[in-house]
């Protein structure tokens, strides 16, 4: 149609230019076909993790002849850990966790870097005083917010020590336990679940009265018919006084297990002497805490160091960190912090567990490191020994 020549002329509009778009590799109806028609490119390094670059690799072994599928420690179990090393061509994210990982000098480079970070970033004096003179009041705070819902049962407990195994069995005898910073109860109704001997007696100890009052309000503990298996009380390990219901002699296993490195070095003294007293001539202290150098330790900010490997956690509790050659030193009898005696426990194992658990989800490697050990109170006509060269398995 012809314009009209009354009609003003129409002003050209300029149009939004539109970007090319880039090709897609799949169309959506396509994306289920992808595994069988893309060629794989390498996999990612994944994200990091709580701090820890991503782009640091655990050292791998050489490959065995042994495949996965032969090699039952390599396959997807929960709870079988020992033997299922990561080796060369392995899939980091193949399984959940990796056992014995060793990281390499860059990594150890890391953690020192961090450590100096954290040490020229340390709590004021004021919040020092505040968090150490009454430590108990920031884990009363903590089991009120999250009761038994923030750490799970653990179920390693009979794999890592089968003594625990041996006297739950129906006709053991008699025989005594105590936990020692019992928390909610993670480790003691595991135990009471399994147990099969009418003669244990379990007493689950903390010196929170909240942690206490969460492991009463249980069914498990309420339903206990008389006389019960489990008592729980409140207790200080570091404390002058021994637990209720229990003397000197009287115990059989000790289980220290996350507890010692919520005290601070200059409880230690007290803290063993009042195991030694408790424990039978023989007795045994079966022991798990956290390692120099692990992911808990290696991912903490600003305003967390307390002292040496000794850190403030963002709730208020308080968290050491150990070596091999320390812990060694300290139950032995052989690291003193002043001129008086210490108690000197036979070192009948201790190793360092070193293990890169995975998120497979988000690909996150997590490299972490725990302390083991048993020590043995000496019977009293031995004398005490350290034949700790034996590792775990």
């Known amino acids: 149609m012809a314009a009209n020549d009354n009609e003003e002329p129409i002003a050209a509009t300029e149009l939004p230019v539109r970007n090319k778009q880039p090709r897609q590799q799949l169309t959506k109806g396509m994306e289920h076909m992808r595994a069988y028609v893309i060629v794989p490119e390498a996999p990612p390094a994944g994200e990091d993790a709580y701090g820890v670059p991503a782009t640091y ?8 002849t042994v495949a996965s599928d032969e090699n039952p420690q390599k396959r997807n179990y929960p709870f079988q850990f020992g033997t299922r090393y990561l080796e060369e061509g392995d899939d980091i994210f193949a399984h959940n966790a990796w056992d014995h990982v060793e990281v390499d000098a860059q990594y150890n480079d890391f953690i020192e870097q961090q450590t100096t970070f954290q040490r020229e970033n340390q709590v004021s004096d004021f919040d020092k005083q505040r968090f150490n003179d009454k430590p108990e009041k920031w884990w009363d705070k903590f089991y009120g917010n999250n009761q038994a819902n923030f750490f799970k049962d653990r179920k390693w407990l009979v794999q890592e020590f089968p003594v625990l195994g041996e006297v739950t069995k129906e006709g053991y005898g008699p025989v005594t336990v105590l936990e020692v910073g019992a928390g909610a109860g993670n480790t003691a109704f595991p135990l009471l679940a399994m147990n099969r001997n009418e003669e244990l007696r379990l007493h689950a100890c903390d010196y929170s009265a909240k942690a206490i009052d969460v492991i009463r309000a249980q069914p498990a503990y309420t339903a206990q018919e008389s006389p019960s298996v489990l008592q729980a009380d409140v207790w200080d390990i570091a404390g002058q006084e021994l637990p209720p219901g229990l003397t000197p002699g009287s115990v ?13 070095p200059d409880q230690w003294k007290q803290a063993l002497s009042n195991v030694f007293s408790l424990l039978k001539p023989g007795g045994e ?28 956690r963002g709730d208020g509790t308080r968290v050491y960190f150990f070596d091999e050659k320390e812990l060694r030193e300290i139950w032995s009898g052989d690291k003193t912090t002043d001129d008086s005696a210490a108690v000197a426990f036979e070192v009948r194992n201790l190793a360092v ?13 997590m490299y972490r490191c725990w302390m083991q050990g048993q020590f043995r109170k000496p019977k009293e ?13």
């Open 57 to 64: 690799e655990p050292i791998r072994k050489p490959a065995t």
């Open 252 to 264: 059989d296993l000790v289980l220290l297990i996350f507890i010692f490195s919520a005290l601070s």
């Open 353 to 365: 567990d070193r293990r890169m658990l995975v998120n497979r989800q988000r690909k996150l490697k």
């Open 381 to 393: 006509s031995e004398t005490p020994s350290d034949d700790s060269a034996t590792k775990l398995k």
């Open 285 to 312: 202290v079966l022991f798990r805490d956290y390692g120099r150098g692990d992911l808990a330790q290696v991912r903490f900010k600003k305003g967390r160091y307390l002292d040496e490997n000794f850190y403030v």
